[in-house]
Every structure is written in C-alpha cells, then in structure tokens.
C-alpha cells in the first residue's frame, strides 16, 4: 500500500522561507516522478513543482520558479518543497503527489496516481 506522508506546514510571515517534507511507503520510490501541488481555500488544486525520477531535472510553476526548489532523497525515500520569498497567494494546504512513468513535466492534476494527505502552509501579510 502507497502512503506519502508530508510535514513542515505552518505559519510564516510573508518573505519567510519554509521547507515542507513527503515520505514515501509502499513503492519503489525511484521508479517515480514525484510533484507538488497546493489547493488554496475555494480553488482548484493548482500544479506547484515536478521533479523527475532520478532528481536531476524539475519542472516549476510560473508562480514558484525562482521561489521554491524541490530536492528529493532517494535514500530517504523522501522528497522536499523548499519555499522562500513566501507570499500571503501561497497559503494552501499543499500535497506531495507521485506519477507513474518517466515525464516529469507533469501539471495537470490528473497526471497524479498517488496523493498524501496535505500540510497546511498559512503566509500572513
């Protein structure tokens, strides 16, 4: 059974850096694209970062390029959201996601087989 299990969410005040963590069970963890995307209170989840199985190539958002960075572990099975600059837009409940395959620009929400269950991340002006 796949379980992803995230932690490091929390209160920030905006241009504050936080660092959010996802480890992985019950799959071969290298054999996966691994992503993030956020959902903010009454919108659609939105595509965050990507990064691909064997970490040397990642995929951003227009609105986290630059912003935030998405390491992963293979030893750890394990895969970061490091976030700087933070800004009040970026308060969402935020999701590790995993996807089959070798494309890693992988946006749509639909492109995900396997989600953890969210960590809370609140930027207050």
């Known amino acids: 059974q796949v379980q992803l299990v995230e932690s490091g969410g929390g209160l920030v005040q905006a241009g504050g850096s936080l660092r959010l963590s996802c480890v992985a069970s019950?799959?071969?963890?290298?054999?996966?694209?691994m992503g993030w995307v956020r959902q903010a209170p009454g919108k659609e989840r939105e595509f965050v970062a990507s990064?691909?199985?064997?970490?040397?190539?990642?995929y951003y958002a227009d609105s986290t390029k630059g912003r935030f960075t998405i390491p992963r572990d293979s030893a750890k099975n394990s895969v970061y959201l490091q976030m700087s600059s933070l800004k009040p837009e970026d308060t969402a409940v935020y999701y590790c996601?995993?996807?089959?395959?070798?494309?890693?620009?992988?946006?749509?929400?639909?492109?995900?087989?396997?989600w953890g269950q969210g960590t809370q991340v609140t930027v207050s002006s």
């Open positions: 996601a995993t996807a089959p395959g070798t494309n890693y620009y992988l946006s749509r929400r639909t492109d995900y087989t396997c």
């Open positions: 019950g799959l071969a963890f290298s054999n996966y694209v």
């Open positions: 990064i691909s199985r064997g970490g040397y190539n990642t």
